[in-house]
């Protein structure tokens, strides 16, 4: 089992950036793929982004391709997504997930299901 502390959350004007930050502990980091997901009130949980254990595969949802940016560092055990150019329909509660999987399949990678560790969540606002 991984546990995993999400944090960078807060109220931003659109057009402005934030940096989530995703704090793992547990069973290696290294070995698990993480994905990020988000949830507006009264939607489902969607992808947005997943990083292969190595990091050297990503994938997006197409709605944040070119403004979020996936990344993680092996040795701080965190996993990060800077998020620019943000909209309002951005506004969600953010949520980062582990899994155990280690292929690269982006199908798998971007189902919640594939995901067995989640943080707590935390709030991100863009204001019009």
């Known amino acids: 089992q991984v546990r995993l502390v999400d944090s960078g959350g807060g109220l931003v004007q659109a057009g402005g950036s934030l940096t989530l930050s995703c704090a793992a502990s547990?069973?290696?980091?290294?070995?698990?793929?993480m994905g990020w997901f988000r949830q507006a009130p009264g939607k489902e949980r969607e992808f947005v982004a997943a990083?292969?254990?190595?990091?050297?595969?990503?994938y997006y949802t197409d709605s944040v391709k070119g403004r979020f940016t996936i990344s993680r560092d092996i040795a701080k055990n965190t996993v990060y997504l800077r998020m620019n150019s943000l909209k309002p329909e951005d506004t969600a509660v953010y949520y980062c997930?582990?899994?155990?999987?280690?292929?690269?399949?982006?199908?798998?990678?971007?189902?919640?299901?594939?995901?067995?560790?989640w943080g707590q969540g935390t709030q991100v606002t863009v204001s019009s």
């Open positions: 990083i292969s254990a190595s990091g050297g595969i990503t």
């Open positions: 547990g069973r290696t980091f290294s070995s698990s793929a």
């Open positions: 997930a582990a899994t155990t999987y280690g292929g690269s399949s982006r199908w798998l990678l971007s189902r919640p299901g594939t995901y067995g560790d």
